[in-house]
């Protein structure tokens, strides 16, 4: 970490969707666990990735950070102060601090405003007059993202998609912020326009000083990206570890599977890295399992992971800082003897 008191201090995050039912009378049967007891924290300037399947309540948790959901439970301290239930009054000076990039550059930007409406708006909103003007300054964001400043009069829909992220980016950065969340910013882009964007948020950070929660399923973007990362299974964090560490020696089982699963070359007689296949599907989080959530795909599950739900901590061999949810984690030697399945694999 970056400074001893983090920037954003997440412990017990919870979001449970009720699930409504019964006629007439709409009742609460049930609760989507979305995400179930987050525990992690990021450092000024620091970036820190967010991955996991689809469906394993990463972008929920982005929006609980930035405040755009309600958590169910938990605590979110931004600077120390406490803001998980903060009315809008008491959010409004944080709100320009803590900023979002939305996934589809297409549904994010109001196609009847022009691009400088757009990067201005929140200026707009929180009423800030930089010196030289609204104007000079969204001009300014638009060359920082690598865009023409002539382009202030155009509309969304004149630009390409990778375009279009670019002017999301200058619209978190009209404030200045100190935290943004990405979520899944390139997976919506093509393959050779990625990496420009990527490179752009990096150079960004760098620059700026701007810590991110960078949310995505790309194992190798987020490598390429974040200094931690933290892998979600099922609404829960798994294992949490700097980035060398956790691609170096992954500890956790799930880990080790979305590890395999990530394309590698190989040079001379180097033997590939063997591809775990997951047995099964994901649960559902109306009703995950007992224990460790992911125990129905584990080929080491018992059962004790059946009864107890592993906690969230520093594993014997681990370094500091490298945590994991596991009764019988991965060793660097460990030689994966998982159940293969017959079906297709799972896309992760």
Known sequence: MSSTTPLLDVSGLTKHFPIKGGFPIRRTVGHVQAVDGLDFQVGEGESLGLVGESGCGKSTTGRLITRLLEPTAGKISYQGKDITHANRKQLAPVRSEIQMIFQDPYASLNPRHTVGKIIAGPMEINDINPAGGREKRVRELLEIVGLNPE????????????????IGVARALALEPKLIVADEPVSALDVSIQAQVVNLLQKVQQEL??????????????RHFSQRVAVMYLGKIVEIADRDDLYGNPRHPYTRALLSAVPEATVDETPARERIRLQGDVPSP??????????????????KCATEAPPLVQVEGNKPGHLTACHYPETADTVPAPRLSKDPEPAV
């Open 286 to 303: 109306i009703n995950p399992p007992s224990g460790c959530r992911f125990r129905t795909r584990c080929w080491k599950a018992t059962e």
């Open 151 to 166: 382009h202030y009069n155009r509309f969304p829909h004149e630009f390409s998609g990778g375009q279009r992220q670019r």
């Open 209 to 222: 000083g701007i810590a991110f929660v960078f949310i995505a399923h790309d194992l190798a973007v987020v």
